[in-house]
């Protein structure tokens, strides 16, 4: 594979994340919004909301079904409260950072070339078929996963600043963070990525592409819905497990890459 020709073409692509307003605005908006205000709204109702007021008994139930490990040391619903958020029902929405980011980049690689009839000259250039996948995902992982490094950090201190007077000390981030950050997320992205682009290979618009890609992110509603009932309470053996599943899907959606092999049959449906 030729790295120099894998690179020119995540490039090209991520220069022309600026001129497609759906991407772009997307990398900027989802952090701000799961990284800035969710973060600052969570930790400030539980450093001065009445949280007993707020969920009732329902609440109480679900907080007290936090592991042991995770309830020692919290001495009162509010210190719960914050914990619960920030450490299980934040971690599908902030997901949704990176993966929502591949799907719009991916999902635009091979149908923007289309739609911008910029397709015919890709498709005569001396660039192999893998070479192609490569630099697409290339192009989308990156700025999905710095937007989702970026939302990270600034998650980082606005939760530490807020609620260290509360807690007397850094809350964030836990090896639970650390995992989802370096293992689930990683692979998450790239099986979004990996689908995205077979679907945007064979779709002949942006918003079709778009409405079928749009599935991934069913997984993260439904951990969402686990997490929000209690049903589902991450811990770091889970959360391993999770990334492990991905990679094994990630390379079937590999295999399945592998046999698209042929230009006509990747690229048969043409915008007219």
């Known amino acids: 594979m030729n790295n120099k020709l894998v690179w020119a073409i995540a490039l090209k692509d991520m220069r022309s994340i600026r001129r497609t307003s759906k991407v772009w605005i997307g990398l900027v908006v989802l952090p701000l919004i799961l990284g800035v205000i969710i973060p600052a709204a969570v930790v400030s109702l539980g450093r001065w909301g009445d949280i007993s007021a707020l969920g009732g008994d329902q609440m109480t139930i679900l907080l007290e079904r936090l592991p042991a490990a995770d309830a020692t040391d919290l001495p009162d619903i509010q210190h719960r409260f914050v914990h619960y958020m920030i450490n299980f029902m934040f971690v599908p929405l902030f997901i949704l950072i990176p993966v929502t980011n591949a799907v719009m980049i991916a999902v635009n690689s091979f149908v923007g070339e ?3 009839r910029t397709l015919e000259s890709l498709l005569f250039a001396p660039v192999e ?3 192609l996948f490569a630099g697409k995902l290339l192009a989308s992982f990156i700025p999905a996963y710095a937007s989702a490094l970026a939302s990270f950090l600034l998650s980082g201190v606005i939760i530490n600043v807020l609620a260290y007077p509360m807690f007397g000390g850094l809350i964030f981030p836990s090896m639970r963070w650390l995992i989802i950050m370096l293992w689930v997320i990683p692979m998450f992205t790239v099986s979004a990525i990996l689908f995205s682009v077979l679907v945007s290979a064979r779709s002949s618009s942006f918003q079709e592409a778009q409405q079928v890609a749009g599935i991934i992110v069913l997984p ?8 929000s009932t209690g049903a589902v309470m991450l811990n770091p053996l889970l959360l391993l497990l999770i990334g492990s599943v991905l990679l094994l899907l990630n390379g079937l959606l590999l295999m399945w890459v592998a046999r698209l092999n042929e230009r006509d049959l990747l690229f048969e449906r043409q915008v007219h």
């Not at 993260?220 to 997490?227: A, K």
């Open 220 to 227: 993260i509603v439904g951990l969402l819905i686990g997490q």
């Open 114 to 116: 289309k739609e911008r």
């Open 129 to 131: 078929i893998r070479e």
